[in-house]
């Protein structure tokens, strides 16, 4: 597997602000993968990012709103921006593992906006 | 494009018991992936099996099985002596077998063991 630290664990923020998550990964990988979980729901790609190339969006995230950086292979940020209340969810990422055809996730993010 | 339908939002079990949870998928891909993860309260998402489409044999880890039947596109997982740690969230996911492609979830089932 692959050990995956996200940070900040949580955060509580004002409407209009922005915040930034971080995907630290202690292996290289090709794909790294940005979900949204909204409360009581299943998870939904936001993104997939790889290294050196602008991240592919999915239909209904834009890159003004969830812009994503991705500088090297072992680490990603998502920032969240102008936000309001519906953004409040946990952020998910996750990578493939090299050779074993399977995704591991980070802790996650709990964002709640007031 | 793929789906993956989990038609049981919420189960429960009693302690030492056996539960089967379901989950139905629709792809015309030939070789993929499925997983089951679990979701426990601290919302990590805890790979708990994973099936290669191209193998017949069922995937077993544990107390954890599946019964995976290609032509239904069934992907059933049954959890063997049920502990109080395996109240979660379930989420049964597709992945294409190019590799480097994001998961489809289902929607969950929230399992509950009870003492």
């Known amino acids: 597997s692959a050990v995956i630290s996200q940070k900040p664990s949580r955060d509580i923020c004002q409407r209009g602000t922005s915040l930034t998550i971080q995907c630290q990964v202690d292996s290289q990988v090709t794909m790294m993968f940005w979900y949204r979980q909204q409360p009581g729901q299943s998870l939904t790609l936001i993104a997939t990012a790889n290294q050196g190339s602008e991240a592919t969006y999915e239909s209904g995230f834009v890159i003004d709103k969830f812009p994503i950086s991705r500088p090297n292979l072992t680490f990603s940020t998502l920032t969240v921006s102008n936000m309001s209340p519906e953004d409040s969810s946990i952020y998910l990422c996750s990578v493939e593992v090299r050779l074993t055809d399977t995704q591991y996730f980070g802790p996650g993010t709990r964002l709640t906006v007031l | 494009a793929q789906t993956v339908t989990q038609s049981q939002p919420e189960m429960s079990v009693q302690e030492a018991e056996t539960v089967t949870l379901s989950c139905t998928y629709d792809t015309s891909e030939n070789n993929y992936y499925l997983f089951w993860y679990k979701q426990p309260p601290s919302r990590q998402m805890i790979l708990v099996i994973r099936?290669?489409?191209?193998?017949?044999q069922n995937a077993t880890e544990n107390r954890f099985s599946v019964n995976f039947q290609k032509a239904a596109k069934s992907f059933s997982l049954k959890i063997s002596d049920s502990q109080l740690g395996d109240t979660a969230m379930y989420f049964c996911a597709f992945m294409k077998h190019e590799g480097n492609t994001p998961l489809v979830f289902g929607k969950g089932t929230r399992l509950s063991v009870i003492a």
């Open positions: 099936q290669e489409a191209y193998k017949q």
